[in-house]
């Protein structure tokens, strides 16, 4: 089944103004659920700007975006809103959790935003998350009080807690050491292969991107290549 397709979606800068440029010249892709792809590409290419796009936080100039099928050209912001915070969650490489929240509030605030009010279920699913990515002595700590690498991972709870359809992922290891980013990584992955999630991974590491199941590249406002990882033997 497919998650996400776009059909020559288009995005330029300073519409209107003399320094208007078109950064995105007509992304054709598909995403089939559960796939683990990343996307890679130099400085300025467009990634984030394609990622934004795919998340729902700014719309195409021109083409069509679909996300499980459904074209989302028509929907207004309130029916974007909705769609955003049900099908997709976001890592970014800065996390910008509350800092003076705890952890758990933390991951606990995108189904706050969903649902109006805390309650029983919402506090179990984000204790369940937290211990997945292993922090759940950490649950009570303020953001503040956490390392960067379990503060990244707390920011991965908390995509994860509305059981996204599509993960997007900016760069999620950016600023983080080898090890701790070999582990953000790992637990990526493993939530792609229990929750059968499709993630889009931004990453300038070579390495990580060869422990994607797909690599796309973007030069210049265009895909250039897209191609199944040889290096990586699937399992199951
Ligand atoms: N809000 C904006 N207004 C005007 N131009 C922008 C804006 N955001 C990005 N751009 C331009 O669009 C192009 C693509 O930027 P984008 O941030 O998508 O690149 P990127 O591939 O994510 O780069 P990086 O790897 O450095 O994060 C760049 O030329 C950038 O200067
Ligand atoms: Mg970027």
Request: proline share 5%; aromatic share 4%.
């Amino acid at each position: 089944m497919e998650t996400l397709r776009l059909e020559g979606v288009r995005k330029s800068y300073g519409i209107g103004t003399p320094v208007e440029t078109e950064v995105l010249h007509g992304i054709d892709l598909t995403l089939q659920r559960g796939e683990f792809a990343a996307l890679v590409g130099p400085s300025g290419s467009g990634k984030t700007t394609l990622l934004n796009l795919i998340g729902l936080l700014d719309r195409p100039g021109a083409g069509r975006l679909f996300i499980e099928g459904r074209e989302t050209s028509g929907l207004d912001e309130t029916a974007l809103t909705r769609l955003r915070g049900r099908a997709i969650g976001f890592v970014f490489q800065y996390h910008y959790l509350l800092p003076a929240f705890t952890a758990i509030e933390n991951v606990m605030m995108p189904i706050l935003a969903a649902r109006g009010r805390p309650d029983d279920a919402m506090r179990s699913t984000a204790e369940h998350l937290l211990d997945k990515v292993g922090l759940a002595p950490w649950r009570n700590s303020r953001a503040t009080e956490i390392s960067g690498g379990q503060q990244q991972r707390v920011a991965i709870a908390r995509a994860l807690a509305m059981n996204p359809l599509l993960v997007l992922a900016d760069e999620p290891s950016g600023n983080l050491d080898t090890r701790t980013a070999d582990g953000v990584f790992d637990l990526l992955r493993e939530v792609n292969e229990s929750s059968g999630t499709t993630f889009l991974i931004v990453t300038h590491d070579p390495r990580l991107a060869r422990r994607c199941d797909r690599i796309i590249e973007l030069v210049d406002g265009r895909i250039v290549s897209d191609r199944p990882n040889a290096d990586v033997v699937r399992r199951g």
